[in-house]
């Protein structure tokens, strides 16, 4: 089979259909496995569609998740582009998420948006530092990210645990949790915004940071494509010696890059504390750090692709809900099989059929060209 | 077939690498004695002159080739294919290689040599053929054909060989080195107690063999390596000694551009688009960054630019770097660091796997900037280069300047000689 010459190729052949192509195995594989487990494929995929669409709460539930998955994927993403491999966006979002219950706990006399202004930078900020050590061990020691990473998960799941349980646990209560912020400083959710119009829904975590999410994405587009910095940080990762020689500094490109992917990881603590809990609840990443991954690599590390792969993650936490729900042969973990059959079709085989696919689709526009 | 870069174990002896594929037995015993013995016999017939107890690591490269080519007849071979044999020997190993294919030649082998370099073709071969852009575009017997001629179909049309160039007329030394001595990564000493001055408006040749220290030099001269000792000094003021030194882009600021030696490691990133390419290293300036929001829209017209001042070729400042050729490549980066008519030019290895016509546009848009007034330190494995462009050249033979001569009626025969620390 003769290689394709990548510059012939269309971009939505290797952007859109080559990812299509692979999620369609995934999910393809995926009803086989609940199949195998006796339940009727077509039909969960139906319960899917439904549990995720099909009603007001359910999709606030769908987009809630999205939040999560867009502010860990696109803090993966920023991190890659330097080649450097976060895997502690989990560690890095609660230690974050403290960084937000300190500022609006101890910033409370100060009016409200100043508070959320201050809370968002407190995840930023907390969430940097947390990625700063492994980033200055890397970059002066060659300390590898992906190790230090991942044992800064621990520390941090570990020093929390420490603060809920001894320092900073709601004394009247018996759970690892804190006091709960003044009602004030909450993030409007979906359902005060429905009020508005008169629409009345019931309980969703969705809430005002869907927006700031949003707003991520477009700063790291910015950042990435547009600025300097950004630049600076993709020659380092593709060519660390080139970018030596043209007076860009690795050391310095390395910490940036992995402070501004702590902080955007830092920003899952405002969904989850500002919008959802209200306190610092034990354990609340709750895994999108990790999942973050397979956002970015299956959206391509691009803001554009990160957003419909967030999405469509959001569709199988709150779709799948909605399956262990309603069919008893399918547990929680048969979805966390499914994430896993998606992350290695659309990560690890990624390139699996990209050449035979590159291939047809250069060929039937040669053949266009020609006729 | 001998290949450009050697197939070979480094940690090896001569004889595991020469059996290496046919040992023929499990535990090594007679087949192993065998092999020995027949070695030693095509040693004697070819004169090869090679110790089989050797390890790789410690032979020199000419060495190498011809355990390369002892390889092949070990094996049986009645075709010998050599691709750029020469690229890495001193005129002295050449000679040497060329004694042997001779007597291969003599004793009924055939040759089949790949090279660039026409005095190779003219003195060694019998017939030749020419491939142009992947298609054979002649053929002929070598007595009936000349350099001039085979240039000729090489490129589809005649080029200088020698390049016309004016009088030199320099100005004031711009870049001066005083006992320079550089560490490469290994902390092994690769530049020793070097001595540089480089005028305004005049091409310093810096000949040597590949790994005399003249990597370690350009690095430690563009910023990139740590001074060990010694000074460098730029428009008379020092830039650069142990303690104090300015990094490259530092450098830059102060007018001293870089073509690095391997344009694909250092020179460029071969990820990035051509026009994210052509502002490497000045991305911070402007037009090309208003605080820090890099400018597109300037970029690309400036790209587009000085892409048809320079002829890379696409034209398309979109396209990824990668997907270009070699020499267009090297265009890139030769646009980008002439682009800022720099006072002093460090260039390593400008012509390195580039094609004839862009040789010639390389070697003129060099010239044209001697004669803009820059000083130029010209680093080369190619003689041939290093001759017809310089007006000064200094020799490096292991870390030292080993000579210096004006360059007119220097022969590369005595620069050779200096090469290969024989004088």
């Known amino acids: 089979m003769a290689t394709v010459d990548k510059s012939k190729v269309p971009w939505w052949v290797s952007n859109l259909i080559v990812p299509l192509i692979n999620l369609i195995l995934a999910l393809f594989v995926s009803g086989l496995f609940i199949f195998i487990a006796g339940e009727n494929p077509f039909e969960a995929v139906r319960l899917i569609i439904y549990g995720s669409f099909g009603y007001i709460e359910g999709f606030a539930y769908t987009l809630y998740y999205t939040t999560n998955f867009i502010f860990t994927g696109l803090a993966f993403a920023v991190a890659f582009h330097c080649r450097l491999f976060n895997i502690g966006g989990e560690g890095q979002a609660y230690i974050g998420g403290l960084g937000v219950f300190l500022v609006a706990i101890n910033f409370s006399f100060l009016p409200v948006p100043i508070v959320w202004l201050l809370a968002v930078m407190g995840a930023v900020v907390f969430g940097a530092a947390w990625a700063f050590i492994p980033a200055y061990l890397q970059a002066t020691r060659g300390s590898h990210v992906v190790i230090t990473t991942i044992m800064f998960n621990f520390i941090a799941a570990s020093l929390m645990v420490f603060l809920l349980v001894d320092i900073i646990r709601d004394t009247t209560q018996m759970g690892p949790h804190t006091i709960a912020l003044p009602e004030e400083q909450w993030f409007p959710s979906f359902e005060d915004f429905a009020a508005l119009f008169g629409i009345k829904i019931r309980y969703s975590p969705l809430n005002i940071s869907f927006l700031l999410a949003i707003a991520a994405s477009v700063f790291v587009w910015f950042l990435v494509w547009k600025t300097r910095w950004g630049y600076e940080m993709r020659a380092v990762g593709h060519n660390t010696q080139a970018a030596i020689y043209a007076g860009i500094s690795p050391y310095k490109n390395i910490i940036i890059a992995m402070c501004i992917s702590g902080g955007l990881a830092g920003l899952l603590g405002v969904n989850e504390i500002l919008g959802v809990h209200h306190k610092i609840v034990a354990g609340f990443p709750a895994g999108y750090g990790f999942t973050g991954i397979a956002v970015a690599l299956m959206g391509r590390n691009h803001p554009i692709g990160i957003f419909p792969a967030a999405f469509l993650f959001g569709i199988l936490y709150q779709g799948g809900s909605e399956v262990t729900f309603d069919m008893p042969n399918i547990t929680r973990y048969m979805f966390v099989a499914v994430q896993g059959v998606i992350i290695l079709f659309s990560g690890a085989l990624e390139n699996l059929f990209r050449p035979q696919i590159e291939n047809f689709f250069v060929n039937r526009l040669n053949l266009k060209a020609k006729a | ?423």
């Open chain 2, 1 to 423: 077939m001998v290949h450009q870069h050697f197939m070979l174990v480094e940690n090896f002896t001569v004889l595991e690498n020469i059996i290496l594929g046919f040992e023929g037995e499990l535990v090594f015993g007679k087949n192993l004695e065998k092999a020995k013995k027949d070695l030693k016999n095509l040693c004697d017939t070819y004169k090869l002159n090679i110790d089989l107890n050797s390890t790789i690591s410690d032979l020199s490269v000419g060495f190498r080739q011809r355990v390369e080519i002892l390889k092949s007849l070990y094996r049986g071979a009645e075709i010998l294919i050599l691709d750029e044999p020469t690229g890495v020997l001193t005129p002295q190993e050449v000679d040497e290689l060329f004694k042997i294919l001779r007597s291969l030649n003599e004793e009924g082998k055939t040759i089949v040599l790949i090279t660039h370099k026409l005095i190779e073709i003219m003195d060694l071969t019998s017939e030749v053929s020419v491939m142009r852009q992947g298609e054979m575009v002649g053929h002929t017997k070598t007595k009936d054909t000349n350099k001039e001629q085979l240039a000729e179909m090489m490129v589809g049309r005649s080029v200088l060989l020698r390049l016309e160039k004016s009088q030199v007329k320099t100005g004031d030394v711009v870049f001066k080195v005083e006992d320079l001595t550089v560490k490469d990564d290994l902390d092994v000493i690769r530049v020793k107690n070097v001595n540089l001055n480089i005028r305004a408006g005049e091409i310093l040749g810096l000949a040597g063999v590949t790994g005399n220290g003249q990597t370690e030099l350009l690095e430690a001269l563009s910023g990139i390596r740590k001074v060990e000792s010694g000074e460098i000094y730029l428009d008379g003021k020092k830039v650069s000694d142990s303690q104090n030194f300015l990094d490259p882009r530092e450098l830059k600021e102060k007018g001293l551009a870089h073509v690095p030696e391997d344009r694909q490691r250092m020179g460029l990133v071969t990820d990035f688009k051509a026009y994210e390419n052509l502002i490497f290293g000045y991305h911070d300036q402007k037009p090309f960054s208003k605080s820090s929001i890099l400018n597109h829209r300037d970029i690309i017209a400036h790209s587009k630019k000085i892409m048809e001042e320079y002829d890379v070729r696409p034209q398309s400042p979109n396209l990824i770097t990668s997907n270009f050729s070699g020499g267009n490549q090297q265009k890139i980066i030769l646009s980008r660091e002439l682009n800022e008519n720099p006072k002093v030019l460090l260039v390593g290895q400008p012509t390195r796997g580039v094609d004839i016509g862009a040789i010639e546009f390389i070697h003129q848009r060099l010239i044209d900037m001697r004669d803009r007034g820059a000083a130029i330190l010209l680093v080369s494995v190619e003689l041939d280069e290093v001759l017809s462009l310089s007006d000064r050249i200094v020799v490096m033979f292991d870390g030292k300047i080993v000579g210096e001569k004006e360059n007119n009626n220097v022969t590369d025969r005595e620069l050779g000689l200096l090469m290969a620390g024989v004088v």
